[in-house]
């Protein structure tokens, strides 16, 4: 089945540095998905992108399909910014199966 | 106003008891997932179900039961609780058919088999 990597496994930042997290998937990939989870374990979508570089906010995404690559860089961090990163890529047939990385965690600190 | 309504946020079970984990969405989505994140494993796709019919099972044991009485809930029955149970329960939901939206999650329910 699919399987997601993501790298590192955990970051430390001072605030105002960027980051760079990288996601690496086995095979094709309809769809790519970064989310953020809170320390406390809520689950927000940031960008969805399947291909190409994408933009929202301080977020960069940037997806090398027929590399199956992704990145997610984020610019000037900040203490907010600490949580856990998590790629997604959909997967299997019918319905929305999604499956995850195991997730980047980063702590920025002031 | 939370669109995904996950309740109790928390549960603590006794080893062989039963509990049902109630998720409901107020997005008026067709499809409805659960996830599970247990310690130091990534999320996990359980279930997915598109108009209350089941798409999609990774091969959830049979102790693992979704119900789906109206097209907006989709609970998840547990039996003989164990404790590997533990874990964070996530429900999901998204528009079908739309491959630009991501699926929103719920808040989850942590359950923790004594």
């Known amino acids: 089945g699919q399987q997601v990597q993501q790298s590192p496994a955990s970051l430390v930042l001072q605030e105002g540095e960027n980051a760079e997290l990288q996601c690496n998937f086995s095979?094709?990939?309809?769809?790519l998905q970064w989310f953020y989870q809170s320390p406390g374990g809520s689950l927000v979508s940031l960008l969805s992108?399947?291909?190409g570089t994408k933009h929202t906010g301080r977020l960069t995404s940037t997806t090398v399909t027929k590399e199956r690559r992704s990145s997610l860089h984020i610019s000037s961090s900040q203490t907010t910014d600490s949580g856990t990163y998590l790629c997604?890529?959909?997967?299997?047939?019918?319905?929305?199966?999604?499956?995850f990385g195991s997730g980047t965690r980063l702590l920025v600190s002031p | 106003d939370p669109k995904i309504i996950q309740k109790p946020k928390y549960l603590v079970a006794v080893t062989g008891s039963e509990k049902i984990l109630i998720c409901e969405q107020y997005?008026?989505?067709?499809?409805m997932y659960w996830y599970r994140q247990s310690a130091k494993k990534p999320l996990e796709f359980m279930f997915s179900?598109?108009?209350?019919?089941?798409?999609d099972n990774q091969t959830a044991s049979s102790r693992f039961q979704p119900q789906s009485s109206k097209k907006n809930h989709l609970d998840l029955q547990i039996t003989a609780l164990k404790p590997d149970d533990s874990a964070t329960y996530f429900c999901?939901?998204?528009?079908?058919?739309?491959?630009?939206?991501?699926?929103?999650f719920g808040e989850g329910t942590r359950l923790s088999v004594l």
């Open positions: 999901a939901s998204s528009q079908e058919g739309d491959n630009n939206q991501a699926p929103l």
């Open positions: 095979s094709t990939a309809t769809q």
């Open positions: 992108n399947p291909s």
């Open positions: 997604a890529i959909e997967s299997g047939t019918g319905g929305y199966k999604v499956v």
């Open positions: 997005l008026g989505h067709n499809a």
């Open positions: 179900y598109s108009y209350q019919k089941l798409m």
